[in-house]
């Protein structure tokens, strides 16, 4: 096999992989999931990582000799996530990909890791078809300390694998109100509402509701992005945008042009 060499920016690579890691599934159900897909095309770098429910695609500028597309282990992501910027003596990490293998090469070392084997799935059919007037905009900080309020609030029901609070979010009169499941020192379950700030484009005109995890809107909210001063959430058409049809909504950040996220509503349950 004919070796391919892929030359990105060290640091731009490090935080990339940080800022994409959270999307990468933890189960090993469908082990393909559990790696971070790279495509190398035409001098570009496009990261990608899904796990079903959330989704990252990032795309870095990178030099390269033959065009190839590999997906590489969540440990092996870590591993490389892991190293501090000074400790980044070299402007850029060389990636060799051959035999079915990938060996980054920075600072003198080399990481290696084998490929998982399998075609990563495509992730162009699931990207929504967003209404560009009918966006939402948050403060990412206020949003993130209002999902961390919810989280120390809302019940957490039990009859999931993994823990989860069920947020269901309304636009009434111009605000978005979220509501949620509360457990009071009785131990009964009440619906708690409260409303955030936000910016709101003008195809939003009527009242409707949609259901969001918290955490996983809490994914794309994480610790490697709150430098960035807004979070803005797209959504579909109109018709489409009920409790019981689960259209995905794209997320995308200022300051942040080459990152494009995807966060899957939930079909709601009372």
């Given at each position: 096999?004919?070796?391919?060499?892929?030359?990105?920016?060290?640091?731009?690579?490090?935080?990339?992989?940080?800022?994409?890691?959270?999307?990468?599934?933890?189960?090993?159900?469908?082990?393909?999931?559990?790696?971070?897909?790279?495509?190398?095309?035409?001098n570009k770098l496009t990261l990608v990582a899904t796990d079903t429910h959330s989704l990252g695609k990032l795309t870095l500028?990178?030099?390269?000799?033959?065009?190839?597309?590999?997906?590489?282990?969540?440990?092996?992501?870590?591993?490389?996530?892991?190293?501090?910027?000074?400790?980044?003596?070299?402007?850029?990490?060389?990636?060799?990909?051959?035999?079915?293998?990938?060996?980054?090469?920075?600072?003198?070392?080399?990481?290696?890791?084998?490929?998982?084997?399998?075609?990563?799935?495509?992730?162009?059919?699931?990207?929504?078809?967003?209404?560009?007037?009918?966006?939402?905009?948050?403060?990412?900080?206020?949003?993130?300390?209002?999902?961390?309020?919810?989280?120390?609030?809302?019940?957490?029901?039990?009859?999931?694998?993994?823990?989860?609070?069920?947020?269901?979010?309304?636009?009434?009169?111009?605000?978005?109100?979220?509501?949620?499941e509360y457990e009071d020192e009785e131990g009964s379950v009440y619906y708690k509402k409260e409303n955030i700030n936000c910016?709101?484009?003008?195809?939003?005109?009527?009242?409707?509701?949609?259901?969001?995890?918290?955490?996983?809107?809490?994914?794309?909210?994480?610790?490697?992005?709150?430098?960035?001063?807004?979070?803005?959430?797209?959504?579909?058409?109109?018709?489409?945008?009920?409790?019981?049809?689960?259209?995905?909504?794209?997320?995308?950040?200022?300051?942040?042009?080459?990152?494009?996220?995807?966060?899957?509503?939930?079909?709601?349950?009372?």
């Open positions: 096999m004919t070796k391919t060499e892929i030359k990105v920016n060290a640091k731009e690579l490090v935080r990339s992989y940080k800022e994409i890691l959270v999307h990468v599934s933890k189960s090993s159900f469908r082990p393909i999931l559990a790696t971070l897909n790279h495509v190398v095309e035409n500028d990178c030099e390269n000799n033959n065009d190839v597309e590999f997906a590489v282990p969540r440990k092996a992501i870590q591993a490389v996530a892991k190293l501090k910027n000074k400790e980044l003596v070299d402007k850029e990490i060389i990636l060799e990909f051959s035999d079915n293998k990938i060996d980054y090469i920075v600072n003198g070392k080399e990481f290696i890791s084998s490929m998982t084997e399998g075609n990563y799935p495509s992730v162009e059919r699931i990207l929504p078809v967003v209404n560009e007037d009918r966006n939402i905009t948050f403060n990412i900080r206020e949003l993130k300390e209002f999902i961390k309020h919810i989280k120390e609030t809302g019940y957490h029901r039990k009859n999931w694998n993994n823990k989860t609070i069920q947020s269901n979010i309304k636009f009434i009169k111009g605000q978005f109100v979220f509501s949620y910016d709101v484009t003008e195809g939003f005109t009527d009242d409707y509701d949609i259901n969001l995890n918290i955490y996983e809107l809490e994914k794309h909210v994480n610790k490697f992005l709150v430098g960035n001063k807004t979070i803005t959430l797209a959504f579909v058409e109109k018709e489409f945008m009920n409790s019981q049809n689960v259209r995905p909504i794209q997320v995308t950040y200022n300051g942040l042009d080459n990152y494009v996220g995807v966060l899957a509503p939930m079909r709601a349950f009372r």
